[in-house]
Every structure is written in structure tokens, then in C-alpha cells.
């Protein structure tokens, strides 16, 4: 899976991306919806606080996967929109989420067959 080099693993560097908590949850609102300003994402992602979605917002634009714009209004905002490596993401959270509904599905059967 990796190259045997000194270059990062791209599994690895795929699971610092997408392993954070909030990090799959914020591209997933931001693909459906966005762009979107802070405030409309925050109320977007369920239970997240300020400070970690402004370090989430911070490390996902570090790795170029959401875009940061300013919009001149009055008064100034800001708007959190994906970049193409973000849109890329699309197959990856897609299929993060139809595992975690069969995982959670088979594990509530087990759970009912050793109660019942």
C-alpha cells in the first residue's frame, strides 16, 4: 500500500484527513450545502463548539481541502467552501458513511440475538 520511501503513506495521510471526529461531518455539510458561513456550519454539525470548529476549519484549510473567502459585505463575512481535493473526498466520506450503516446495522442484530 505504501511506496517504501521517505514519502508519507497515502492511507495514512487519508486517515489524518478524514479520522478526525468532526473533519467528515464538516466536508459532508459543506458538500450538500455549501458554501457556507461559520454560524450556518455550526448549527449545520450537530454538538460541534466554536473552538473546534474554527481548529477544524484552520486544519482542513491548512491540507487544501476547504477554501476560506471573505466577502466584502456589509458587514464583512466569511464563507467555507470545498477545493477540489475537498470535492474529491465526495467517494471516500460516501463510503465511510455505507459502512458505518452496515457495521452499526450487523452489530445491533448481534446485540438483539445475545439478548433475546
Do not use: C
Not at 9 to 33: C, D, F, R, Y
Not at 41 to 66: F, W
Not at 82 to 103: F, H, I, N, S
Amino acid at each position: 500500500m505504501g511506496d517504501g520511501g521517505s514519502r508519507e503513506s497515502p492511507l495514512t495521510v487519508t486517515a489524518e484527513i478524514v479520522g478526525k471526529k468532526w473533519h467528515p461531518l464538516i466536508v459532508v455539510e459543506l458538500m450538500e450545502n455549501g458554501p457556507l458561513g461559520f454560524n450556518d456550519l455550526k448549527q449545520s454539525v450537530d454538538g460541534i463548539s466554536d473552538k473546534v470548529l474554527s481548529e477544524s476549519l484552520d486544519d482542513l484549510q491548512e491540507r487544501a481541502i476547504v477554501d476560506r473567502t471573505v466577502i466584502d459585505d456589509k458587514p464583512v463575512r466569511v464563507e467555507y467552501s470545498l477545493t477540489e481535493w475537498g470535492e474529491q473526498l465526495e467517494l471516500v466520506v460516501t463510503a465511510m458513511d455505507e459502512w458505518g450503516e452496515r457495521y452499526l446495522d450487523a452489530m445491533a442484530e448481534d446485540e438483539a440475538e445475545n439478548n433475546g
